[in-house]
């Protein structure tokens, strides 16, 4: 155990989780932690510091092909069939007609894309896919041609006066996961498939429950009930090409099954489900690919980026309980650093194993993730140390821009930018006259773009915190003599 987990351990009895995560990782645009007394389990920072995995990555071309492992990588894909269990409380014979059917549905589109069909599951299946979009697309074409077979079910149980929950019964629900996973040879479970990806794809259908029907804001199309994939975060990054899909923001989610022991208990990891649908029919030809050694390597950068979610996220969470905060607060400081050290330094390995031209989503969504911990720590610390944290920041904001335009991704785009307004005007108040001027103005339009997208009619949230960063920019433009123009 490192000193500083050792001295973690001393304290945490001190130390409770508290505040709701925030929408894309942290972002600053957030409103700020309240200290509140908290009600959720412990985190056992030193618990999350051992499990940290190695921060060494081998270079691209030294990764060796696994020829002799038995796990796969690719995209694990649920379907679930709602309301099944009472259809064959009502009729068995018509309930499994209808599995018969959906079977058939989902095994000539899946291997459309290239898919295949891994588990049956009771009332569902697992398809297995090579590509993000690839599943995607699969999954939406089996829910298209199913909403005709669903409305004759529909009709052919009422002619026998079986009447169904709700209009929404029969309809599919998906969650696509994307990791390792591998198919049993031998015993009674031979045939199945099983492991990491599966369980993630389990998840996320389940968790799209509640996301099922509700509407989905920040949309850039209302998205019905029936145009739903549903997709982990996971998977979010290695959609190459995002502007072919009406698709959410991302919604937080907390994972049944995903808690982890503490000394107090069990804590629960959040994590992101996004909804997707193609604006248009295209063909597998003519649908972005991602190389199998990008995906190999993601897969392999996926357990240092993982990690450092973890400590960032406990990062946030963290507070003092009132009557031990004065005393445990150096104790705390320096956990952070090294919490956020260590957070960085995951980053920036998982970096070098995928490049902005390997995995571009991918790419931009661990930057932005590394940029909130740049400033998280430039927080913690003073003169040099601070600004070169904050100029590091800033770097990967633009990195992240790269990826993330006007254009191709306007949602992400604004969150951005907010994020660059907030870092620029945190560098500014370390510099001093023309150099503040100018970081002040860069932060200013850094705002005015995030307010390009986030308008007051469909974002008002978003819009309202943009509106309060701009405005507080430009009274420190308007006091250091600078024009508010």
């Known amino acids: 155990m490192s000193i500083a987990a050792q001295e973690l351990k001393r304290t945490m009895s001190a130390i409770q989780s508290t505040t709701q995560s925030t929408r894309r990782a942290c972002c600053p645009l957030a409103a700020p932690t309240r200290r509140t007394r908290p009600s959720l389990p412990t985190l056992d920072f030193g618990a999350i510091l051992r499990e940290m995995p190695s921060l060494t990555i081998m270079p691209k071309a030294s990764i060796p092909a696994s020829?002799?492992?038995?796990?796969?990588?690719?995209?694990?894909?649920?379907?679930?069939?709602?309301?099944?269990?009472?259809?064959?409380?009502?009729?068995?014979?018509?309930?499994?007609e209808i599995l018969q059917d959906l079977?058939?549905?989902?095994?000539?589109?899946?291997?459309?894309?290239?898919?295949?069909?891994?588990?049956?599951?009771?009332?569902?299946?697992?398809?297995?896919?090579?590509?993000?979009?690839?599943?995607?697309?699969?999954?939406?074409?089996?829910?298209?041609?199913?909403?005709?077979?669903?409305?004759?079910?529909?009709?052919?149980?009422?002619?026998?006066?079986?009447?169904?929950?709700?209009?929404?019964?029969?309809?599919?629900?998906?969650?696509?996961?994307?990791?390792?996973?591998?198919?049993?040879?031998?015993?009674?479970?031979?045939?199945?498939?099983?492991?990491?990806?599966?369980?993630?794809?389990?998840?996320?259908?389940?968790?799209?429950?509640?996301?099922?029907?509700?509407?989905?804001e920040n949309a850039p199309k209302p998205l019905g009930a029936y145009q739903r994939v549903f997709i982990a975060a996971s998977v979010y990054g290695l959609v190459s090409k995002k502007t072919d899909y009406w698709y959410s923001k991302q919604m937080q989610v907390t994972h049944k099954g995903y808690e982890r022991a503490t000394a107090e208990g069990f804590a629960t990891t959040t994590d992101y489900i996004d909804a997707f649908w193609p604006k248009a029919d295209q063909s597998p030809a003519n649908t972005a690919h991602v190389s199998q050694a990008t995906l190999q390597r993601v897969a392999k950068a996926t357990a240092q980026i993982h990690a450092a979610d973890r400590l960032l996220e406990a990062r946030?969470?963290?507070?003092?309980?009132?009557?031990?905060?004065?005393?445990?607060?150096?104790?705390?400081?320096?956990?952070?650093?090294?919490?956020?050290?260590?957070?960085?330094?995951?980053?920036?390995?998982?970096?070098?194993?995928?490049?902005?031209?390997?995995?571009?989503?991918?790419?931009?969504?661990?930057q932005v993730k590394m940029g909130i911990a740049l400033r998280d720590q430039a927080n913690l610390l003073a003169g040099?140390?601070?600004?070169?944290?904050?100029?590091?920041?800033?770097?990967?904001?633009?990195?992240?821009?790269?990826?993330?335009?006007?254009?191709?991704?306007?949602?992400?785009?604004?969150?951005?930018?907010?994020?660059?307004?907030?870092?620029?005007?945190?560098?500014?108040?370390?510099?001093?006259?023309?150099?503040?001027?100018?970081?002040?103005?860069?932060?200013?339009?850094?705002?005015?773009?995030?307010?390009?997208?986030?308008?007051?009619?469909?974002?008002?949230?978003?819009?309202?915190?943009?509106?309060?960063?701009?405005?507080?920019?430009?009274?420190?433009i308007i006091e250091q003599g600078g024009s508010n123009k």
């Not at 796990?71 to 269990?85: E, V």
């Not at 969470?317 to 919490?339: F, N, P, S, Y």
């Open 384 to 476: 040099e140390a601070r600004a070169t944290r904050l100029s590091e920041a800033v770097d990967a904001c633009r990195e992240v821009l790269k990826v993330q335009t006007l254009e191709a991704a306007p949602v992400d785009y604004a969150m951005t930018q907010g994020n660059l307004g907030v870092v620029l005007r945190d560098q500014a108040d370390l510099l001093k006259g023309e150099a503040r001027a100018a970081r002040l103005t860069e932060s200013r339009l850094a705002f005015e773009n995030t307010l390009k997208v986030f308008d007051a009619q469909h974002h008002p949230h978003d819009h309202q915190k943009a509106k309060v960063h701009l405005e507080h920019t430009i009274r420190l």
């Open 316 to 366: 946030h969470k963290i507070t003092v309980g009132d009557e031990l905060r004065d005393a445990a607060q150096g104790a705390l400081g320096k956990t952070a650093r090294d919490v956020l050290s260590r957070a960085i330094a995951a980053y920036r390995a998982g970096l070098q194993s995928v490049s902005r031209e390997d995995a571009p989503s991918y790419y931009a969504d661990t």
């Open 103 to 216: 079977n058939r549905i989902a095994v000539l589109h899946s291997k459309q894309w290239g898919g295949k069909i891994g588990n049956f599951t009771g009332d569902g299946f697992l398809l297995l896919f090579e590509q993000a979009e690839f599943a995607i697309r699969g999954l939406a074409a089996v829910i298209d041609s199913w909403d005709d077979r669903r409305t004759h079910y529909r009709a052919k149980l009422e002619a026998l006066d079986v009447l169904l929950p709700d209009d929404h019964s029969l309809s599919l629900r998906t969650g696509v996961a994307f990791g390792n996973y591998r198919e049993i040879s031998s015993g009674d479970l031979a045939g199945n498939v099983a492991g990491k990806a599966i369980n993630h794809a389990s998840r996320c259908e389940s968790a799209s429950k509640a996301h099922f029907e509700a509407t989905i």
């Open 67 to 96: 020829t002799k492992s038995k796990d796969k990588r690719g995209f694990a894909a649920f379907i679930d069939l709602r309301d099944s269990t009472y259809v064959w409380n009502q009729n068995a014979d018509i309930a499994e």
